[in-house]
T-cell receptor, first 113, second 110 residues
């Protein structure tokens, strides 16, 4: 099986812009979670989607949003970018049987100038 | 403030040495996971511990879950340069929410 894929791998944006990141889970996995990773804060949970519904949400402002499509692919969107949004954004998928065993993608490195 | 505190934050040792890294919390978890992350990649799951007091061994790695299910440790015997990476612990709460520590960055020098 192919692993979790994320696109793009690298992205440079300026303050005030918006960005959309994409994640394709492992085939058959219906749960997709998003995380923000920074050197100071580590991995911070953004949200989790299951069967096109947001099932869990972390403590991030409303500028961060996501969605999941019927094929389980997921996107996250960040509007009105701030310098502090620069981070590695990781997507992880899991199946129904072992929902806590997450498989991570390589991440999208976002730099906000 | 991190829900899960990992220590040390950085660790640099010589090949062949032993080491232990710690993951501590004031919260109780239904399970706890350890991941390793290498540069340019996402974290990879190493182990899941579920039962208080549980010990799991994975070749030269030994994982222990505290009796109260609030803390965990990872011990590496005879470290090798291939063990270099960021080691992350993650606690799973009662409603399946997962929280990560900030990680221990390990460097093993040849």
């Amino acid at each position: 099986k192919a692993g979790v894929t994320q696109t793009p791998r690298y992205l440079i944006k300026t303050r005030g812009q918006q960005v959309t990141l994409s994640c394709s889970p492992i085939s058959g996995h219906r749960s997709v979670s998003w995380y923000q990773q920074t050197p100071g804060q580590g991995l911070q949970f953004l949200f989790e989607y299951f069967s096109e519904t947001q099932r869990n949400k972390g403590n991030f402002p409303g500028r961060f949003s996501g969605r999941q499509f019927s094929n389980s692919r997921s996107e996250m969107n960040v509007s009105t970018l701030e310098l502090g949004d620069s981070a590695l954004y990781l997507c992880a998928s899991s199946d129904l049987v072992s929902v806590n065993e997450q498989f991570f993608g390589p991440g999208t490195r976002l730099t906000v100038l | 403030t991190q829900l899960l505190e990992q220590s040390p934050q950085f660790l640099s040792i010589q090949e062949g040495e032993n080491l232990t890294v710690y993951c501590n919390s004031s919260s109780v978890f239904s399970s706890l996971q350890w991941y390793r992350q290498e540069p340019g990649e996402g974290p990879v799951l190493l182990v899941t511990v579920v039962t208080g007091g549980e010990v799991k061994k994975l070749k030269r790695l030994t994982f222990q879950f505290g009796d109260a299910r609030k803390d965990s440790s990872l011990h590496i015997t005879a470290a090798q340069p291939g063990d270099t990476g960021l080691y992350l612990c993650a606690g799973v709460g009662n409603n399946n929410d997962m929280r990560f520590g900030a990680g221990t960055r390990l460097t093993v020098k040849p």
